[in-house]
Structures are given as structure tokens and as C-alpha cells.
């Protein structure tokens, strides 16, 4: 199994710039997450899927879109790149929701915006 | 909303030293997981906790899910160089009906270690 795989792994974008991350899992993962990384900081949950054509808001969802059209792929969108998104953009599976909910997380994608 | 407090921010210790970091909230979890972060790569699942005083091993590292629910710490001992990292705690809050899907994270601990 490859796990959880992001792409890319880096990328500067302009202002207003789109741009959409991509992030796919071989785990059967109902669940799936995307979250950001800021130094010195924790990660804050932007998006997050419990299965298939289902998707909600998490903490910091301003700017971003994603969609969830099969099991395996949950990519995150940006529409108009802003500075504010400069960060380090984690994307994360589980196979179940509630008190065993072990995430395992993608090696990242490392977003500049200038 | 449910904030997790995490210290220290930093270490700095030798080689064969034992580490001790925490967390603690002023609300109520029901699971809490230990990741590592290595640099440029995401975390990894060290340890997950998931009733009050349980105490777990995994190899060097040693966690405690806190008996009032509100607390866990890390524990590793004999530290290597290969220790180096960032360490998160997570958690699962109570919502008063079971666990809410969501992890909330701390800010870490970054961890040096001098060979």
C-alpha cells in the first residue's frame, strides 16, 4: 500500500492564481481530511470528507473548495491564491470517524504564494 | 473552541537523556494520539490512547491518557539522534454524547537531540 500519497510537493503560485492539490488514498478510507500547516503551529482542519459525494467545512475553510467524487481521491481546490495560504498543506485518511479515529497523513504539500 | 496547550515548545537535550512532554485542556477528550513529524514529511502515528489511565508503550516511548481526561504525556527514554523531530499531541473532545470526528492538534514539540 502506498498509503496516502499528496502532489505536488511544491509550488509557488501568484496572486490570484489557482491552483488544485491533489491527494489519494489505497486504504478503503471512508474518511479523508485536508489540513494546513503554519510555522510553529498545529494544523487547523480546512475540509474534511466522511465518504464519498460528502464533504463539510472544518476550521479555516475561507478560500479553499474540494470535492470527494470517489473513495480513493479528495482534492482541494484554491481559486485565487492570497498570501494568507502560503503553508504546508496536509491531506489525511481514517477508516473511522469518533473515538478511534487514527489519521494517517500524506508527506505534505509545501504551497508559496507570491 | 477545545484547545490543546503543549510544552514544552522545545528541547534541547543529550544523547541517552529521557523526554517528558505534555498536554493538557480545559475540556474533556476521549482519545488522544501521539504523532512525529520528521522534517518535510507529514506526521506519523506513534501512539493512540483511548480510556482514562490507560498507559501505552510503543518501543522507547511510553504515553498516559490523563485520569481526569484532560491531560496525556510522552515519554521517551534513552533519547538517539534519530529522536529529532516535532511531536504532536491530538485529540478526540467530548461532546457530551460520545467523541466529536474532528482532531484537534497542539502546536508541538520540537525536539533536539545532541549526539
Known amino acids: 500500500n502506498a498509503g496516502v500519497t499528496q502532489t505536488p510537493k511544491f509550488r509557488i503560485l501568484k496572486i490570484g492564481q489557482s491552483m488544485t492539490l491533489q491527494c489519494a488514498q489505497d486504504m478503503n478510507h471512508n474518511y479523508m481530511y485536508w489540513y494546513r500547516q503554519d510555522p510553529g503551529m498545529g494544523l487547523k482542519l480546512i475540509y474534511y470528507?466522511?465518504?464519498?459525494?460528502?464533504?463539510d467545512k472544518g476550521e479555516v475553510p475561507n478560500g479553499y473548495n474540494v470535492s470527494r467524487s470517489t473513495t480513493e481521491d479528495f482534492p482541494l481546490r484554491l481559486e485565487l491564491a492570497a498570501p494568507s495560504q502560503t503553508s504546508v498543506y496536509f491531506c489525511?485518511?481514517?477508516?473511522?470517524?469518533?473515538?478511534?479515529?487514527?489519521?494517517?497523513f500524506g508527506p505534505g504539500t509545501r504551497l508559496t504564494v507570491l | 473552541g477545545q484547545q490543546l496547550n503543549q510544552s514544552p515548545q522545545s528541547m534541547f537535550i543529550q544523547e541517552g537523556e529521557d523526554v517528558s512532554m505534555n498536554c493538557t485542556s480545559s475540556?474533556?477528550?476521549?482519545?488522544w494520539l501521539w504523532y512525529k513529524q520528521d522534517p518535510g514529511e507529514g506526521p506519523v502515528l506513534l501512539i493512540a490512547l483511548y480510556k482514562a489511565g490507560e498507559l501505552t508503550s510503543n518501543g522507547r516511548l511510553t504515553a498516559q491518557f490523563g485520569i481526569t481526561r484532560k491531560d496525556s504525556f510522552l515519554n521517551i527514554s534513552a533519547s538517539i539522534p534519530s529522536d529529532v523531530g516535532i511531536y504532536f499531541c491530538?485529540?478526540?473532545?467530548?461532546?457530551?454524547?460520545?467523541?466529536?470526528?474532528?482532531?484537534?492538534f497542539g502546536k508541538g514539540t520540537k525536539l533536539s537531540v545532541k549526539p
Open positions: 475540556s474533556i477528550f476521549n482519545t
Open positions: 470528507s466522511v465518504g464519498a459525494g460528502i464533504t
Open positions: 491530538a485529540g478526540l473532545a467530548d461532546n457530551g454524547g460520545g467523541s466529536q470526528g474532528n482532531l484537534i
Open positions: 489525511a485518511s481514517s477508516y473511522t470517524w469518533g473515538s478511534y479515529n487514527e489519521q494517517f
